[in-house]
């Protein structure tokens, strides 16, 4: 099993910064590609970013390419995303997801593990 805990989210204006951490227990972290999703009220959940299991390899959603980036620390067990030029559209619920695969996907149906979510709202 593997525990994803996600923390960073809260309140910011358009145009700034957050950066989201989950940090990972359980198995060898650094096995696992990683991957964030999100979900506004009365949508799916969505693809954001993913990221190999050496950070090589990184994936984007085209509404958060050149703004988003996902980077990951094996040594720490964490995985980060960092959110810049923040729009009122990306008011979501982030989640972490973890998969038991070394490369990384844009499939949600392809991640084993899932955080609880960190809520991050963007005002206009």
């Known amino acids: 099993q593997v525990q994803l805990v996600e923390s960073g989210g809260g309140l910011v204006q358009a145009g700034g910064s957050l950066r989201l951490s989950c940090a990972a227990s359980?198995?060898?972290?650094?096995?696992?590609?990683m991957g964030w999703f999100r979900q506004a009220a009365g949508k799916e959940r969505e693809f954001v970013a993913s990221i190999n299991w050496n950070g090589i390899i990184r994936y984007y959603a085209d509404s958060v390419k050149g703004r988003f980036t996902i980077s990951r620390d094996n040594a720490k067990n964490t995985v980060y995303l960092q959110m810049n030029s923040l729009k009122p559209d990306d008011t979501a619920v982030y989640y972490c997801a973890g998969r038991s695969a070394s490369y990384a996907s844009a499939d949600k149906a392809g991640y084993d593990y899932w955080g609880q979510g960190t809520q991050v709202t963007v005002s206009s």
């Open positions: 359980g198995r060898t972290f650094s096995n696992y590609a």
